[in-house]
């Protein structure tokens, strides 16, 4: 790829934000951008780095009527030594891919997912915050952009990144949330595109997320749209459940998405003697584990909120709190493990952190 970079004058570059603890998710944006196109004719063309600015496009556009959009997130770390890390970045590039093909768009190749993220915050690496806890989020998102109606692929495409510095996901930080259990509304179904991030999953999903948290919860706890019985994941994360030395997490049915925390975790619990289980797990199971306390502990994860613990889950009305709504040892194990192979503070024995530049 030749990417053209399009500086700015050192004057028109935004200010820094200011606490980096404050940050919040996804609300300030960087300097830049990186975009590129596809056509029938050109194939992927005009790699480029510019100004982050409004996009045009036309009304016509695939995307803003039959939602051809995937998107993709993870993160930059500043190491304390200065490295600029990633975190298991062909994982996303790969999960776009597939991604893509679901949703029959132009697949964008993992090659230039990994260039173009390298090169734009590599640019863009004054935006990476240092704080504990802090991170340069990393939005990859491919729209179908050919002006024409009709139920068709769209035949263009513009594939974007864009950067925003986060601190944690949700206000609580690392304590346990509420999560309410939603037996109504469902999010995805078996042979839909659930495993697919694509944008209609998340759409589908607000109404229940909104009520929820109208009513005091963090997130809602997906079930299964045939039986509404078998636990599926959260809204942003996949759901674990730790009965003492087995961790048992619903497998990838082909309604959930395939996180790559979740794939991380597994690994991880494994090498350090757990059992992990992927398999269906009703709500039943869970419930009555949490009553004869067989069930210890229940972490959500993903790329942005990490390893969250659960503190309560709400069903038919019922509250059920997890291990007394404290944060248990498993999950506080597992996530100071995650985030010491994220930030670079000890030895990365899995092969899972990239390096790519200095700060
Ligand atoms: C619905 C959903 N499930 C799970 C995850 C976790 O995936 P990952 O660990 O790859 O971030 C996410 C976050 O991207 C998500 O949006």
Known sequence: MNIKIEKLPEKELKPLFGDPSQLGFGKVFTDYMFTMRYSPGDGWSEPKISKYDSL?????????????????????????????????????GKRMYDSAERICMAPF?????????????????????KAPGTSLYIRPTLIGVGDALGIHPASEYLFYIILTPVSAYFKEGFKPIRLYVEDYYIRAVVGGVGNAK??????????????????????????????????????????FFVFGKKIVTPNLSGSILPGITRKSV??????????????????DEVIAGIKDGSLTESFGSGTAAVISPVGSLNYKGEDYLVN?????????????????IQYGRVKDPFGWIKEIGRI
């Open 56 to 92: 045009t496009i036309g009304p016509a556009a695939v995307v803003l009527h039959y939602s051809q959009e995937i998107f993709e997130g993870l993160k930059a770390y500043a190491a304390e030594d200065g490295r600029i890390l990633l975190f298991r970045p062909e994982e996303n």
């Open 324 to 340: 007394n709504n404290q944060v248990g040892a498993v999950t506080q194990e597992l996530y100071t493990k995650l985030v010491d």
């Open 109 to 129: 190749p993992v090659e230039y997912f990994l260039e173009s993220i390298n090169t734009l915050v590599n640019l863009e690496k004054r935006w990476i915050p």
């Open 198 to 239: 694509t944008g209609g999953n998340y759409a589908a999903s607000l109404l229940a997320g909104a009520k929820a948290q109208e009513k005091g919860f963090s997130q809602v706890l997906w079930l299964d749209a045939r039986e509404r019985k078998y636990v599926e994941e959260v809204g942003a994360m996949n759901i």
């Open 266 to 283: 597994i690994e991880l619990a494994k090498s350090h003697g757990y059992t992990v289980e992927e398999r269906m797990i009703s709500i």
